[in-house]
């Protein structure tokens, strides 16, 4: 099976140094110019390697038979190219990293979703510099102080409060 020539470079380098960082852009830089060098080297050899002329060592070897048999030897060389084993595994690969970019992408849109709103709803609020206790109440129930239905002792800390356990402390018998 012989090799394909290679043309050119299959690398995106515009699109590849868009997604380098600026503090990795030197290494991206020597990655390329090697590359390039390689590149440049391959297709400075002949595609097929040059003609014997095996008459010519015919006439000016003494040894009989020797460039028969170098001959001989030299068609029968086959360098065989090494076999794909691991594009089958690459392409796996890719095709689950495809579908974890694609759920992050879906749940990313749900966070985007989810968030816009959070922002509606803060941009529809008043400055905080406006807002009374009533409309502090009416906007976060949650934390607003609440003396009715849950009253609180100055300074209505959760640690200063009467029903106060603490996080570390080991659980009371009773």
Same mark, same amino acid.
């Given at each position: 099976?012989?090799?394909?020539?290679?043309?050119?470079?299959?690398?995106?380098?515009?699109?590849?140094?868009?997604?380098?960082?600026?503090?990795?852009?030197?290494?991206?830089?020597?990655?390329?110019?090697?590359?390039?060098?390689?590149?440049?080297?391959?297709?400075?050899?002949?595609?097929?390697?040059?003609?014997?002329?095996?008459?010519?060592?015919?006439?000016?070897?003494?040894?009989?038979?020797?460039?028969?048999?170098? =001959?001989?030897?030299?068609? %029968?060389?086959?360098? +065989?190219?090494?076999?794909? *084993?691991?594009?089958?595994?690459? /392409? !796996?690969?890719?095709?689950?990293?495809?579908?974890?970019?694609?759920?992050?992408?879906?749940?990313?849109?749900?966070?985007?979703?989810?968030?816009?709103? =959070?922002?509606?709803?803060? %941009?529809?609020?008043? +400055?905080?510099?406006?807002? *009374?206790?009533?409309?502090?109440? /009416? !906007?976060?129930?949650?934390?607003?102080?609440?003396?009715?239905?849950?009253?609180?002792?100055?300074?209505?800390?959760?640690?200063?409060?009467?029903?106060?356990?603490?996080?570390?402390?080991?659980?009371?018998?009773?």
């Amino acid at each position: 099976m012989a090799a394909k020539r290679i043309a050119q470079s299959s690398i995106n380098w515009s699109q590849l140094s868009e997604r380098v960082p600026e503090h990795q852009r030197h290494i991206f830089l020597a990655f390329k110019s090697k590359s390039d060098s390689y590149l440049r080297r391959v297709l400075a050899q002949p595609e097929s390697p040059p003609a014997i002329d095996w008459s010519y060592y015919k006439q000016h070897v003494p040894v009989a038979g020797m460039v028969d048999d170098f =001959q001989k030897q030299y068609t %029968a060389l086959n360098i +065989p190219f090494p076999p794909d *084993t691991v594009s089958k595994q690459i /392409d !796996a690969q890719e095709k689950e990293i495809k579908a974890d970019i694609e759920k992050f992408k879906v749940e990313s849109t749900a966070r985007i979703t989810e968030y816009k709103k =959070q922002l509606a709803h803060l %941009a529809g609020l008043l +400055p905080y510099e406006q807002m *009374t206790m009533e409309d502090y109440r /009416d !906007a976060y129930p949650e934390t607003a102080l609440d003396p009715i239905n849950r009253p609180t002792y100055w300074p209505h800390d959760a640690e200063e409060q009467i029903d106060y356990v603490a996080k570390d402390a080991p659980p009371s018998a009773h």
